[in-house]
């Protein structure tokens, strides 16, 4: 039986750096038009990046990494989406203006626009 070659540490960070070489460009690209938000579609690839590269030994022998990877990137979207509507729901039930009680005339008239 033929023993398998297993693959050093430096092969699989190579593999993994031309992974994030051809394919971060096109996560930040759907990161952006799935949240018009340029900080955040770049947190959102550093954070699919970040936990692909944890499981890369084993994303790097599936078929369809990249489909991978552009799950995990709608899975941080999503969960990034609801994490704000909650905070903007809290706001909203907290009563956010009462945090603007002791504003000054012109930015109470600001807050108002």
Known sequence: MPMRRR???DEVRDDFDAFVRAEAADLLRTAYVVTWDLPLAEDLVQECLLRIA????RVRTMDHSRAYAR???F????DSSARHARQRAELARAGAGDHFEHADDSTERAMQV
């Open 54 to 57: 944890h499981r890369w030994p």
């Open 71 to 73: 799950r995990v990137l």
């Open 7 to 9: 693959d050093t540490r």
């Open 75 to 78: 899975n941080l979207a999503l």
